[in-house]
Structures are given as structure tokens and as C-alpha cells.
């Protein structure tokens, strides 16, 4: 199974009129087109020149997908790309075969081929679609869009955002830097950009109002950076993480962390005055910086609105028993300035200096990729409870396909319902789910550069 996700050398595209591909009609399938192909988008501001992205229907991020709980989602991919593609569906408890995954549930959709995603969304909340092929180039190149799951009720809000925060490593014409695969950038903390943006703006400012209530739907599209972001002129609380409702709102204090693929739902009211400064801030290394504003004029209403309630709890419970749990142990090693001897690649143990010829940094267990058994094997309806060590030096964002889970925190209670978890470099972590969809999962690393130096692997659910 090793050789999956491999990167291509090919960074020279035809151009997106150089392939004739046949047209589905909405009416006639009942499936929306989506179409990775290369697009033009003004990232950087004017009078910089435009940036030729890749994007699902030629822009970035993509269209958004928004049904409600318990609808379909039909959605036909025609790979208008010059190299292979798939998507998958970050975060939704989705049948095996529809999850995207190019060697495990799928074969890759060569340039010109179609594949059918046919789904039901079973769970509201805020998600979101990718491509799960040749990711950190695919990905960072604006492979992406919003997937949102609506509650059957409407919340009692004024109107809601979907903030999508990425980072692009740009030059000053405007390309996107083409060495995706440096081994710096894979054996230490991914591919950073020089330039971030929310919906591949630069600092956009919304319109509100003093007492406005919004709901903003957070989701971090980058390869590896991770964001601490905070409020100023918002009073908000945390309502769900990675698309699950919290039982109990969270106010927002100083700032929280959103890493790679992580979403975070906010319900925010406006205290800030008309003209006064609201923001969602971005507590960077050096100092905060706005990373989306909002322009107040006026107020939707006299007084604020007391505390949000909690958001109507999905139908997956979360309640773990870990009193039958099967128990299961990850260790994850390597990366500059990390413990990393050797390790397993392609059946062979190689040392550190070995692999670092190979441009594979990383492992899990000691197995650097994808194996034939997996990490993990049980039935349906068994709980899983994971050690997590990170022996390296770097921060993860380990992302678990197809069902949720929960961290056991240090107290011994349990986390929120997450499907991407942030692990702090040489920090121990523990998670435990209830294995309850059926199939082959994948489990690695969303920071994609370590994903592809090998941090993955899969978990098996058996029927
Ligand atoms: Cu967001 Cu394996 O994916
Ligand atoms: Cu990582």
C-alpha cells in the first residue's frame, strides 16, 4: 500500500479549455458538477497580479455545498485536472465507499474521469470537502470548499459566515511557490505560507451592527499553520468543534486554537460601537493582526440577547464506556531535532539518514506510511481507547476518518467530539470512540507535508 498520495514532479498544467469533457446536466442525474480545474483568483491585492489557482469549478474555496441534516449529497467529480483527484468529505460519518480515500476506499479519478459521491449528511454542523489526492500540492493550490450541514430549526440568530482561513506561499507575481515536497518543509513543522487569507481575501471586512448575533462558521483550509485567533468587539462562545455541538456553550476568553482542519462554530454578538473596531483577531508570533473585520454601523437592536443555548445535539451520542475498551498505543516519532533511529519504510527498516534520503521523516509505531494491516481492527459498536505519544518535536493534527472521538484529558474526563485533534510537540494525548461505521478509515496527520513523509495510516471497522 505504500506508493499512494505520491506527489507528482508535474507542475506545468494544460490549460483548463485543453480538455474536452462532456457536460452533466443537472436535471437530467440529479448531480451538481464538481470540477477540479485551474482558475484565476486576485489573492494577493491589486496591483499585484492574479494567482492561477486549482479549485473545484475554478475557484477557491470552492462552491459551497449546504444541505440539511439527513439530506443527500450528490455531487459528480469531473477531473478537469491534468493529474488524478477524489474528494473527501471531511468530518461526515460517511459510508466507507464515499469517503475519498484513493487506495483504501477508492481508485483515483483520472484526468477526464467522473466518480459519483452519493451521501447522506448524517450529522449538522460545519464541515468541509477536499481533495485527498497529491494533497499538499492539490490542497494548497485551493483545492477545497465549505460543506454545511444545517440544523432542522433555525438557530436564533441574526445571520451567519463561513470564514474559510488559509495561508499561500506566494511570490511577488503572484504564482504559488511550486516546491511543494522541500524536505524542510517535511521533516519540520509543513509548508507555511507568506501570505494569509480568509476566503482567499486578504483582511476582508463584513458589514454588522451593534447587538448583532452571528453564527460563524470557522474552518482552517491550510496545509500545516496553526491559528490562535481571539475576539475584539465580539462577545462569543464556542458552540461546536469540528462540527459537533458542545453540551454547554464556551465563552471565548483570550484566544483559541484552530489547527489544520479543525472547524470551530461561534455564535458572537456585536458590543462594539458603530465605528468602533470588531474583529476576529490572529494572535500571531509577533502581534495580533486582523484577520477578518467588521464594519459597524448602526445596531440591530437596543439591548443584547442573553447567553446561546447549547445547538440540538447530534444523534451520536459520544457516550463512551471505556470499561470494555480495546486498548491501543501510537506513537509518533521523527522530524528534525527528533528521537528517530530508524524505522520501517516499504518493509525494510532503514535508519533516520536513510529515510531522510527517501524525503520520509516520520512514523507511526515505527512504520513510516501506509501498512496492509492496520493500526486499529474491531467490530462495530467496540470502543477504542488510544495512547498518543508524541516523541517529536512538532505539533500534529491527527484526523480520523469517518466517525468521531473524543480526548480523554488529563483529569480523566472526556473532550469535546472531534474528528482532527491537536497534539503538542513532545506532548502525550489519549482518545477513545465507539467504533460505529463500518469500514476502512484512514488516520494521519493533516499537516500535509507530514502526511506525506509519512504519517498515516488506517484503522479497520469490521461490519
Ligand atoms: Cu481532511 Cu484525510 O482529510
Ligand atoms: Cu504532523
Same mark, same amino acid.
Given at each position: 500500500?505504500?506508493?499512494?498520495?505520491?506527489?507528482?514532479?508535474?507542475?506545468?498544467?494544460?490549460?483548463?479549455?485543453?480538455?474536452?469533457?462532456?457536460?452533466?446536466?443537472?436535471?437530467?442525474?440529479?448531480?451538481?458538477?464538481?470540477?477540479?480545474?485551474?482558475?484565476?483568483?486576485?489573492?494577493?491585492?491589486?496591483?499585484?497580479?492574479?494567482?492561477?489557482?486549482?479549485?473545484?469549478?475554478?475557484?477557491?474555496?470552492? #462552491?459551497?455545498?449546504?444541505? /440539511?441534516?439527513?439530506? @443527500?449529497?450528490?455531487? !459528480? &467529480?469531473? =477531473?478537469?485536472?491534468?493529474?488524478?483527484?477524489?474528494?473527501?468529505?471531511?468530518?461526515?460519518?460517511?459510508?466507507?465507499?464515499?469517503?475519498?480515500?484513493?487506495?483504501?476506499?477508492?481508485?483515483?479519478?483520472?484526468?477526464?474521469?467522473?466518480?459519483?459521491?452519493?451521501?447522506?449528511?448524517?450529522?449538522?454542523?460545519?464541515?468541509?470537502?477536499?481533495?485527498?489526492?497529491?494533497?499538499?500540492?492539490?490542497?494548497?493550490?485551493?483545492?477545497?470548499?465549505?460543506?454545511?450541514?444545517?440544523?432542522?430549526?433555525?438557530?436564533?440568530?441574526?445571520?451567519?459566515?463561513?470564514?474559510?482561513?488559509?495561508?499561500?506561499?506566494?511570490?511577488?507575481?503572484?504564482?504559488?511557490?511550486?516546491?511543494?515536497?522541500?524536505?524542510?518543509?517535511?521533516?519540520?513543522?509543513?509548508?507555511?505560507?507568506?501570505?494569509?487569507?480568509?476566503?482567499?481575501?486578504?483582511? #476582508?471586512?463584513?458589514?454588522? /451592527?451593534?447587538?448583532? @448575533?452571528?453564527?460563524? !462558521? &470557522?474552518? =482552517?483550509?491550510?496545509?500545516?499553520?496553526?491559528?490562535?485567533?481571539?475576539?475584539?468587539?465580539?462577545?462569543?462562545?464556542?458552540?461546536?468543534?469540528?462540527?459537533?455541538?458542545?453540551?454547554?456553550?464556551?465563552?471565548?476568553?483570550?484566544?483559541?486554537?484552530?489547527?489544520?482542519?479543525?472547524?470551530?462554530?461561534?455564535?458572537?454578538?456585536?458590543?462594539?460601537?458603530?465605528?468602533?473596531?470588531?474583529?476576529?483577531?490572529?494572535?500571531?508570533?509577533?502581534?495580533?493582526?486582523?484577520?477578518?473585520?467588521?464594519?459597524?454601523?448602526?445596531?440591530?437592536?437596543?439591548?443584547?440577547?442573553?447567553?446561546?443555548?447549547?445547538?440540538?445535539?447530534?444523534?451520536?451520542?459520544?457516550?463512551?464506556?471505556?470499561?470494555?475498551?480495546?486498548?491501543?498505543?501510537?506513537?509518533?516519532?521523527?522530524?528534525?531535532?527528533?528521537?528517530?533511529?530508524?524505522?520501517?519504510?516499504?518493509?525494510?527498516? /532503514?535508519?533516520?539518514?536513510?529515510?531522510?534520503?527517501?524525503?520520509?521523516?516520520?512514523?507511526?509505531?515505527?512504520?513510516?506510511?501506509?501498512?496492509?494491516?492496520?493500526?486499529?481492527?474491531?467490530?462495530?459498536?467496540?470502543?477504542?481507547?488510544?495512547?498518543?505519544?508524541?516523541?517529536?518535536?512538532?505539533?500534529?493534527?491527527?484526523?480520523?476518518?469517518?466517525?468521531?472521538?473524543?480526548?480523554?484529558?488529563?483529569?480523566?474526563?472526556?473532550?469535546?467530539?472531534?474528528?482532527?485533534?491537536?497534539?503538542?510537540?513532545?506532548?502525550?494525548?489519549?482518545?477513545?470512540?465507539?467504533?460505529?461505521?463500518?469500514?476502512?478509515?484512514?488516520?494521519?496527520?493533516?499537516?500535509?507535508?507530514?502526511?506525506?513523509?509519512?504519517?498515516?495510516?488506517?484503522?479497520?471497522?469490521?461490519?
Amino acid at each position: 500500500m505504500t506508493g499512494l498520495f505520491k506527489p507528482t514532479r508535474r507542475s506545468v498544467l494544460l490549460g483548463a479549455g485543453a480538455m474536452a469533457l462532456p457536460r452533466f446536466g443537472l436535471a437530467q442525474s440529479g448531480f451538481e458538477v464538481l470540477e477540479p480545474k485551474v482558475g484565476m483568483a486576485q489573492v494577493l491585492p491589486e496591483p499585484y497580479p492574479q494567482t492561477e489557482i486549482w479549485g473545484f469549478n475554478g475557484i477557491s474555496p470552492g #462552491p459551497q455545498i449546504r444541505v /440539511k441534516q439527513g439530506q @443527500r449529497v450528490q455531487r !459528480r &467529480l469531473v =477531473n478537469s485536472l491534468a493529474e488524478p483527484a477524489a474528494v473527501h468529505w471531511h468530518g461526515i460519518r460517511n459510508d466507507n465507499a464515499m469517503d475519498g480515500v484513493p487506495g483504501l476506499t477508492q481508485e483515483a479519478v483520472a484526468p477526464g474521469a467522473t466518480f459519483d459521491y452519493d451521501f447522506i449528511a448524517p450529522d449538522a454542523g460545519t464541515y468541509w470537502y477536499h481533495t485527498h489526492y497529491n494533497t499538499t500540492e492539490q490542497m494548497d493550490r485551493g483545492l477545497y470548499g465549505a460543506l454545511i450541514v444545517q440544523e432542522a430549526d433555525a438557530l436564533d440568530i441574526d445571520r451567519e459566515e463561513v470564514l474559510i482561513i488559509d495561508d499561500w506561499l506566494l511570490r511577488q507575481t503572484g504564482e504559488i511557490d511550486p516546491e511543494f515536497q522541500t524536505p524542510m518543509n517535511r521533516s519540520h513543522a509543513g509548508r507555511m505560507g507568506n501570505f494569509v487569507t480568509t476566503n482567499s481575501l486578504f483582511q #476582508p471586512v463584513l458589514p454588522a /451592527k451593534t447587538n448583532e @448575533r452571528m453564527r460563524l !462558521r &470557522l474552518i =482552517n483550509a491550510s496545509n500545516a499553520r496553526i491559528f490562535p485567533l481571539g475576539l475584539q468587539g465580539l462577545a462569543g462562545w464556542i458552540v461546536a468543534y469540528d462540527g459537533m455541538p458542545v453540551a454547554t456553550p464556551e465563552r471565548v476568553g483570550d484566544f483559541f486554537l484552530l489547527a489544520p482542519a479543525q472547524r470551530v462554530d461561534l455564535i458572537v454578538d456585536v458590543t462594539a460601537k458603530p465605528g468602533e473596531l470588531a474583529a476576529i483577531m490572529w494572535a500571531t508570533e509577533q502581534e495580533p493582526q486582523i484577520q477578518v473585520g467588521f464594519d459597524v454601523t448602526g445596531a440591530a437592536s437596543r439591548t443584547a440577547r442573553p447567553a446561546p443555548r447549547a445547538l440540538p445535539a447530534n444523534d451520536e451520542t459520544g457516550i463512551i464506556d471505556l470499561g470494555s475498551a480495546v486498548q491501543a498505543r501510537l506513537v509518533l516519532a521523527g522530524g528534525a531535532m527528533g528521537t528517530l533511529q530508524e524505522a520501517e519504510l516499504d518493509g525494510e527498516v /532503514k535508519t533516520f539518514r536513510q529515510l531522510a534520503q527517501a524525503n520520509q521523516f516520520w512514523a507511526l509505531n515505527g512504520v513510516v506510511g501506509m501498512t496492509d494491516k492496520p493500526l486499529v481492527d474491531v467490530g462495530l459498536g467496540e470502543t477504542v481507547r488510544m495512547k498518543i505519544e508524541n516523541e517529536s518535536s512538532f505539533p500534529h493534527a491527527m484526523h480520523l476518518h469517518g466517525q468521531h472521538f473524543r480526548a480523554i484529558l488529563p483529569d480523566g474526563s472526556f473532550g469535546p467530539m472531534r474528528d482532527t485533534l491537536y497534539i503538542g510537540g513532545l506532548e502525550n494525548a489519549e482518545i477513545a470512540f465507539v467504533a460505529s461505521n463500518p469500514g476502512k478509515w484512514l488516520y494521519h496527520c493533516h499537516m500535509l507535508s507530514h502526511q506525506d513523509a509519512g504519517m498515516k495510516t488506517w484503522m479497520n471497522v469490521r461490519a
